[in-house]
């Protein structure tokens, strides 16, 4: 039963600040959520009502003010009553969920608020139920609403809010900016703006353009708000003014934005995407330290990302999706003799020539292997390493000789037509004969053939969805997702040693619905070392650095330095090698046997190790890159120098500041054409590297503290 009454309802844990009200109506609203304490005064009685905690629109209901294309003002929404809260403690947490209702349609939702022990972050996600007697056709619900972003502190929104933005692309992934609001179009003008900040992904490519996340920073209170949608499909975000403050609405996938609606029968429930929202004191590298940690927390437990072994991967400026026995075994013997712990055998293996359009059946191509894929595989373990195997399940090529198994219950449909994607038809996993033919290739490929790793690639995308079985393209679409995971769950549970790489043309597929399962993530398909610095340098506020795997590929043509830069550029994060490496000269062979034994050293800080850029976030115009990572009194400073005509460059590291240190260049090791000084009262790294396009590996260790032996 619903308790009446006017009522406050406060929440502290691990640091964060929830405060609800609920008046005398039975009206919640959300008064503030954050990392300071709530004051009272900073929100006046009548913009109260619009502190929504929840927006959820049906169809055949009104909308309510002047709200232009976003979703605040909804009906159901605005009607929905309080009916109880409840607090109970799970193994992540405190959870507190709330009940409301809506008398009109039967509507009944739950908010959820997931807090995890130690960690300034919730989880938040909604759960509708039809609890009346009528259909309902729900259009929009949001994952986690929250008004009052900018109350902290005395100035406007336009002087103070900084909102940092991750754009994305194929070779062009993780690139940082920071604006204003008004620098992207939203003056504090109005108290109620039709005009909004928002972002979408419609499809199956959940970073296909941006991350999945953002960052909204007060420089004035010296917080930011952070949040990251867990899902690996359609998602929306939103900023706007509401009663004259800025409000954030965050969701999965709706009917205006991404052909998205849902059917609720009497009794039906549906639960809405998960948001990771968080707060920290501080400014982007305080908020990106925090969600690191979170990262940590919620992922799968697995040894890849405590051992963080080295793969090799014979694609990249190598064998192009042409393996062969004869041009893989010197492959494997280079890729053993420098240390590689994994050996993945690339695209085309199933093939004996253009394979694009023929996928799906999975069996190894007898023209490229005469004595059989075992027999290579064999090979890779008798050299003390793991075998692995691109592969991409998703997918059926429109000339694949499995259609003849299959008929059109196992693709995406839309207009009565197989949906196609560059001569590729995407499977649809809530399928069980989908489901079954996906068990079997992993089955086989684990089983019979030896394989321990697996680079699961996805170069199509989606697009809405599928009308078969479902209310709308875009439900074919979320029911497909949710399947793929709980399929992936499935196969980890059955092999938990098997390491799954999470790829979709490079990162195109960067989620935390992926990455709370895949151990690694392939960050790009980026061709040229040098643009490669500036993903590598970034990716660590995208994902934890042990799961960014970052191409390092020396060239035939290359010089030293050229293999120096490459390797340089993975040494903080994943290495993943290629390359010609028999082909390199004994002394650049040697650079990257030197370089992997760095890593080998230092992993264990990686895994453990929070990210900084003393330079501020790359950008493709930057003439030098930096970013390290710090564990304890120890940091690894890499730096590159692009196009740049100064040699040196002075890298801020304010927590060392005043303090004494020793900096040393960690790789390569007894090499000129670089150097550091490490100035303790202007708290910088001064480094030297004498050649554009070139790069080092620096180790900055307080006194009093131990680094790398």
Request: net charge negative.
């Amino acid at each position: 039963m619903a308790q009446q009454g006017k009522q406050r309802i406060e929440l502290f844990e691990n640091g964060l600040s929830l405060v609800f009200d609920v008046t005398e109506e039975g009206d919640v609203r959300l008064l503030h959520a954050g990392c300071l304490p709530f004051e009272e005064e900073r929100i006046d009685e009548r913009a109260r009502q619009g502190f929504r905690v929840l927006e959820v629109q049906l169809s055949g209901e009104d909308r309510d003010e002047y709200h232009g294309r976003s979703h605040r003002a909804s009906y159901p929404g605005l009607r929905l009553r309080y009916v109880r809260h409840a607090e109970q403690r799970t193994g992540a947490g405190l959870l507190f969920t709330l009940d409301m209702h809506d008398p009109a349609t039967g509507l009944a939702t739950t908010s959820f608020f997931q807090f995890h022990d130690g960690l300034a972050v919730l989880k938040s996600w909604t759960e509708l139920r039809n609890a009346g007697t009528e259909e309902l056709g729900v259009e929009y619900v949001s994952s986690f609403s929250l008004n009052g972003l900018a109350k902290d502190g005395a100035g406007d929104q336009d002087d103070k809010m900084k909102l940092h933005l991750a754009h994305n692309g194929w070779q062009s992934e993780v690139q940082w900016r920071s604006n204003t609001l008004p620098e992207l179009g939203l003056s504090h003008m109005t108290d109620r703006s039709s005009k909004r900040i928002s972002l979408s992904n419609t499809g199956s490519w959940a970073a296909a353009e941006h991350l999945p996340m953002g960052l909204l920073e007060n420089t004035e209170a010296g917080t930011t708000l952070f949040w990251q949608i867990e899902h690996n499909g359609s998602w929306h975000w939103e900023l706007l003014n509401q009663f004259d403050h800025l409000s954030l609405l965050v969701s999965g996938p709706s009917e205006h934005d991404h052909g998205w609606w849902k059917k609720l029968l009497p009794g039906e429930t549906f639960a809405s995407v998960p948001v990771a929202v968080g707060w920290a004191r501080g400014g982007f590298e305080e908020a990106i330290g925090e969600l690191t940690r979170y990262r940590r927390a919620t992922r799968r437990p697995n040894a890849d990302n405590e051992h963080l072994r080295i793969i090799f991967n014979d694609y990249m400026n190598c064998l192009w999706g042409n393996p062969t026995t004869q041009n893989l075994l010197p492959l494997i013997d280079a890729a053993a003799d420098v240390g590689c712990k994994y050996f993945c055998i690339d695209c085309g293996w199933y093939s004996p020539g253009v394979w694009w359009d023929g996928v799906g059946e999975w069996l190894p191509s007898e023209e490229r292997f005469p004595e059989g894929i075992k027999y290579v595989l064999d090979y890779i373990r008798g050299k003390g390493m793991v075998p692995g195997l691109w592969l991409e399940i998703e997918v059926m090529g429109i000339h694949s000789p499995k259609l003849a198994e299959a008929d059109d219950s196992w693709f995406f449909m839309r207009h009565g037509k197989r949906v196609k994607d560059r001569s590729r038809y995407h499977l649809d996993f809530r399928n069980p004969a989908v489901v079954a033919h996906a068990d079997e290739v992993l089955r086989r490929l684990v089983e019979e053939y030896g394989v321990g790793y697996i680079k699961m690639d996805y170069n199509i995308n989606a697009g809405l969805g599928t009308e078969l079985d479902s209310d709308s393209l875009g439900d074919g679409l979320l029911e497909h997702n949710r399947a793929y995971l709980s399929w992936i769950d499935r196969i980890f549970a059955a092999y938990p040693e098997l390491v799954i790489e999470n790829c979709s043309s490079g990162g195109m597929r960067m989620d935390y619905a992926m990455l709370s399962r895949h151990s690694i993530q392939s960050t790009s398909d980026q061709e040229n070392y040098v643009n490669y610095a500036q993903i590598a340098a970034s990716s660590p506020a995208a994902l934890t650095p042990e799961q960014s795997a970052i191409w390092s590929y020396p060239l035939r043509e290359g010089d030293d330095e050229e293999v120096v830069f490459n390797m340089v550029n993975a040494l903080l994060l994943r290495v993943h090698q290629s390359g010609h490496l028999a082909e390199l000269s004994p002394p650049r062979r040697e650079l990257v046997r030197e370089a992997l034994a760095v890593y080998k050293a230092i992993r264990g800080d990686i895994r453990e190790g929070l990210p900084f850029w003393p330079l501020g976030l790359p950008k493709i115009e930057d003439g030098w890159v930096s970013f390290g990572l710090r564990r304890g009194g120890t940091r690894y400073v890499a730096v590159w120098r692009l196009d740049d005509a100064a040699s040196e460059a002075s890298l801020p590291l304010p927590g060392l500041a005043g303090k004494a240190a020793e900096c040393r260049l960690l790789y390569p090791q007894g090499r000129s054409g670089g150097g550091c000084v490490w100035n303790a009262e202007d708290g910088e790294l001064k480094v030297r590297l004498d050649r554009e396009r070139t790069a080092r590996l620096f180790e900055v260790v307080e006194s009093g503290t131990t680094g790398t032996k």
